[in-house]
């Protein structure tokens, strides 16, 4: 009777082995900037084309997630990095904390969102620009300014807000973007005169085209989607790009090296070049790395990819601390206060 019972056990037990094992996951460790409500739907996606992995996100802003990262190098506790600014990942790249791989589908991206360098280590996702929202009812007749040294107006005086560089992605991508397409001299001299027209450097990429939407400054340098979105709300804004083009970033996702985990990581960045993955990035911005997958909200500016300027990341990256010392010391003084 006790052999027949044991048998009966056994043979359960073996029985529901498959079934276990199926059901276990092995945790996967992403840092991320990805906004919150994009994190449910990544996790979704991802661990329905890998479903051996469970996703644990660790989120926060681009700066915290990026000094937490580098603060771990000796020691790193995330598998990946995905949804990071790519001047980011080129700092990690720098300093070798990057594992060399290249997705599956890397090839079918759009060049801009490969990383160029060798060993590959890091992979675009989508693309977000420095915009002019301006406001056509405050404006009093001033024509809507189709170049960046037409915010040099003594009519503006006052009127204009930017984000902070120090504090915004969106600031420094800007001020970036006139140092690389004007030149360092040139560039220094366009904000210089803009200075003299900023009412305040605000911290935050968003809210200098919302003040402008609501009528409270006349023009706000803002993210590119922000800027649609005002308008498809009826604020009487133009969503400008100026015809000498406008800086941008990108975010981006790479291996962390010495993950414990990388199979499995290997799966998901093959994942974050599918058409799948596109879809989901295109649900946040308008420009993302696969070619052919668009989803362009209303008053989206039609030459927005065009005018995108020929961007160095790597100089971006490099340069950041530098080109930021030498912003707040000619322009801290109109710095709006922190909350």
Not at 298 to 306: L, R
Request: aromatic share 8%; proline share 6%; glycine share 8%.
């Amino acid at each position: 009777m006790k052999n027949w019972l044991a048998s009966c056990v056994i043979g359960a037990f073996a029985l529901a082995l498959p079934g276990i094992a199926h059901a276990q996951k092995t945790k996967v460790t992403i840092y991320t900037a990805l906004e919150n409500d994009q994190l449910a739907p990544f996790k979704s996606s991802i661990e329905k084309a890998v479903p051996e992995a469970e996703v644990v996100w660790v989120r926060d802003s681009t700066g915290v997630i990026t000094a937490r990262f580098l603060a771990e190098k000796d020691n790193p506790r995330a598998d990946m990095v995905m949804g990071l600014a790519a001047s980011s990942l080129l700092m990690f790249e720098k300093a070798g904390l990057l594992e060399t791989y290249k997705p599956a589908g890397a090839d079918a991206l759009k060049p801009v969102f490969r990383d160029p360098n060798s060993p590959y280590t890091w992979t675009g996702m989508d693309a977000y620009l420095g915009v002019v929202c301006y406001n056509t009812a405050e404006a009093k007749g001033v024509p809507v300014p189709t170049s960046w040294k037409d915010l040099l107006n003594p009519a503006f005086k006052g009127k204009i807000v930017m984000p902070h560089p120090a504090s915004s992605g969106t600031g420094y991508l800007m001020v970036a973007g006139w140092l690389q397409s004007m030149g360092e001299a040139e560039g220094w001299k366009f904000m210089d005169g803009l200075h003299e027209n900023i009412g305040a450097y605000l911290h935050s990429g968003s809210a200098p085209c919302v003040q402008a939407a609501r009528g409270e400054r006349t023009i706000g340098l803002a993210l590119d989607m922000r800027g649609a979105s005002e308008k498809s709300k009826g604020a009487p804004i133009e969503v400008v790009i100026p015809k000498e083009g406008v800086g941008w970033e990108m975010e981006a996702s790479a291996i962390v090296k010495g993950s414990k985990n990388l199979a499995l990581a290997k799966k998901i960045a093959d994942w974050s070049t599918t058409k799948d993955a596109n879809e989901l990035y295109s649900k946040t911005y308008a420009i993302v790395a696969a070619p052919g997958v668009e989803n362009k909200p209303a008053n989206y500016p039609a030459n927005a990819e065009a005018g995108m300027i020929k961007n160095d990341l790597g100089w971006m990256a490099d340069n950041r601390e530098r080109v930021l010392a030498e912003w707040s010391k000619r322009y801290e003084s109109k710095a709006a206060p922190k909350n």
